[in-house]
């Protein structure tokens, strides 16, 4: 057995006797998800986080990220690579993606119902396919390219980080330097520094998209003059996804850390 028991019986009682789920289950928006459903799933996620999540708890954070500062890139150990591909080739972080690009639609109270069963297993794989909600962003939020981006997230399992951190701008956001100069082509070209950012790098996925707050040239001071940039690790058409070149975003140093040492701090 391993380190993780999942309190289901807890569960069902705040969802259903405390918070009255049944009342929203089957109906309206909901009306693919009745309570066996949704019951259904939980004692599947409860089945996963006992046995395939917990398996590499122990290891991820003993061995921690394998960081190579020669190419800034971040390995992870194989055992703990299994448990998250147990968790999204089961189709788990379909719950986190937008419905249009193939997401699964479910009341928040059950979303968050499993991540406590997942976060309690081994938070490290919840971290990590946070990708599938950074596919909310640039879709809600995005121009048509940037929703086809999103798609292609999902689609593919890429991974995400939020850049917002930097080494002079902690607490104070809009303090942050990080520059972005747009391209005669209608790109931009950023530089900058960011630090203590989740999941910076590894080889969990094909290909990670950086969602970065820089400053446009020529914008105000403050949190008011920030833009939200989307940077892949490497360079895609958009149509297909294919891999081209590895852009210009590296790792430079994986932080040392107390605990959950296999989610990398870069």
Request: negative net charge; aromatic residues 10%; contains cysteine.
């Amino acid at each position: 057995m391993g380190h993780y028991i999942a309190n289901l019986r807890d569960i069902e009682f705040c969802l259903f006797d405390l918070l009255d789920r049944d009342s929203i289950l089957g109906t309206s928006i909901y009306k693919d998800i009745d309570r066996a459903t949704a019951m259904g799933m939980l004692e599947e996620i409860k089945r996963l986080a006992e046995k395939d999540l917990a398996d590499s708890f122990i290891d991820g954070d003993r061995m921690g990220v394998d960081f190579n500062p020669a190419t800034g890139d971040a390995k992870l150990p194989p055992s703990f690579i299994k448990s998250y591909r147990a968790y999204v080739d089961n189709g788990w972080g379909l719950i986190d993606a937008p419905v249009e690009v193939g997401g699964t639609l479910i009341p928040p109270s059950l979303r968050w119902a499993i991540a406590e069963m997942v976060l309690g297993s081994n938070p490290s794989v919840h971290i990590y396919a946070s990708g599938f909600s950074f596919a909310h962003v640039a879709y809600a939020l995005g121009n048509e390219k940037q929703k086809q981006l999103a798609k292609i997230m999902v689609e593919k399992d890429w991974g995400a980080t939020m850049m917002l951190t930097e080494p002079e701008a902690g607490s104070d956001v809009g303090a942050g330097r990080s520059k972005a100069v747009e391209q005669p082509d209608g790109t931009w070209h950023i530089t900058g520094t960011k630090r203590f950012i989740t999941s910076g790098d590894s080889d969990l996925n094909e290909n990670l998209i950086h969602f970065v707050l820089a400053r446009p040239e020529g914008a105000g001071p403050g949190t008011k003059g920030l833009s939200l940039y989307l940077i892949p690790k490497f360079m895609f058409d958009f149509e297909s996804g294919a891999l081209g070149k590895r852009n210009g975003v590296y790792v430079t140093k994986v932080e040392n850390k107390m605990g959950l040492n296999v989610s990398a701090t870069c």
